[in-house]
């Protein structure tokens, strides 16, 4: 992904605008997928970052999308909506430097590019589609802290609304070498919660038969990729762990802790097994749609998707079996950030000029 700005603006110095109450730069990021919104606000802390402002907003862009090969009116408006309250909270901030993220919806829709320039038009903000390797790259970024390095492998598995990304991490060799762990074998499956959903509409059969569906569709994708089997005998011998993160995949990581509402700081990083897994997924198929819409970590908005990423994250463990799943509540705009900040730092030490991506 290039360091371009995302969104248009003069360059300007970080002392001019993008500081925050401590004079540090902020910077933003956006990630518009197929099913939310989400846009994190930070200034730099240490290694990592320290949160500004978030706003996080499902919008369905990619609804119908699979059906239609393109983006509807109505969700296209929705996602504007949200998109330009994110802008105008990266105005307000005064965010210095900025990037706006795209994926699956945007890379496949026949109109696409169309919603993309609507979306500079009427936001300001200038949206960069990202590849599915590049997305896979920054949910691995996002999610690195969460890797378990005494073990010897992880997969970690990035649940969107119209694909799924699957990193495969060999961290034997990152042991001897500093920094993250690199990306062994990546796959990215044109399934997500959004998609796999419409494939397999609920009420069309029993509850168990229409989960299983979902399950060995996803299952078959995945199995076609060979990329990763040298790492297979590591989760065979359970040296091995996977990182879920996704809406869906923290929803059941609430469901299996009865949270009375979602706590962020109760989920993010909490270990399940995968028995614990399966559990939160038979609770769920056993309640209908308002009843799972009642649930307090789920809502009436993810209530018809929420097991379609069961389903995603069962077919994961089925044919790479491992026993541990750490959940994330963070991915692609946590990555985006370090990212940003990394290559700010190393821009710095060259001498490189700073430059503003905040949409004016």
């Known amino acids: 992904m290039s360091d371009s700005p995302s969104a248009p603006g003069a360059a300007q110095n970080d002392r001019e605008r993008g500081a925050g109450s401590a004079g540090k730069v902020l910077y933003g990021a956006l990630d518009l997928g197929t099913n939310n919104c989400r846009l994190l606000i930070a200034t ?27 983006l509807s009116d109505a969700a296209m408006d929705r996602a504007l909506a949200a998109l330009r309250v994110s802008a105008e909270k990266v105005r307000r901030r005064g965010v210095s430097r900025f990037k706006a993220i795209a994926t699956q919806a945007c890379r496949s829709a026949l109109n696409g590019a169309e919603f993309i320039e609507r979306v500079a038009a009427e ?3 200038r949206l960069e589609v990202i590849s599915p ?5 920054l949910s691995v970024a996002g999610c690195a802290n969460l890797i378990d390095r005494q073990a010897d492998a992880a997969l970690v598995v990035d649940v969107g609304g119209g694909s799924t990304e699957l990193s495969w991490i060999d961290l034997r ?11 062994q074998a990546w796959r990215s499956i044109p399934l997500g919660v959004v998609t796999l959903a419409e494939q397999f509409p609920e009420g069309s059969v029993p509850p168990q038969a229409w989960f299983r569906s979902m399950v060995d569709c996803f ?23 996977i990182i879920g993160t996704s809406g869906a995949i923290t929803s059941l990581a609430g469901l299996h802790l009865d949270l009375p509402r979602y706590d962020r700081s109760r989920v993010d990083g909490i270990w399940m097994t995968r028995a614990e897994c399966e559990a939160s997924a038979d609770r769920l198929i056993a309640m209908s749609i308002a009843e799972r819409g009642a649930q307090p970590c789920i809502g009436p908005e993810r209530a018809d998707l929420v097991l379609a990423g069961a389903a995603i994250l069962q077919a994961v463990q089925e044919l790479w079996p ?23 730092g190393r821009r710095r030490s060259r001498g490189g000029r700073k430059t503003s991506g905040a949409p004016t």
């Open 173 to 183: 060799t990152s042991r001897t070498r500093p920094g993250r762990p690199p990306i």
């Open 322 to 344: 491992c026993d541990r799943v750490r959940v994330a509540d963070r991915g692609l705009r946590e990555g985006l950030l370090l990212s940003m900040m990394s290559s700010r």
């Open 219 to 241: 299952r078959d994708r995945l199995a076609e990729f060979h990329g990763a089997d040298d790492l297979r005998p590591l989760f065979e011998a359970g040296q091995a762990h």
């Open 123 to 125: 936001t300001g903000l």
């Open 133 to 137: 390797k590049e997305e896979a790259r």
């Open 44 to 70: 730099p802390n240490g290694r990592g970052f320290r949160v500004v402002d978030a706003y996080s907003r499902i919008v369905r862009l990619g609804e119908g999308l699979s059906q239609t090969g393109r």
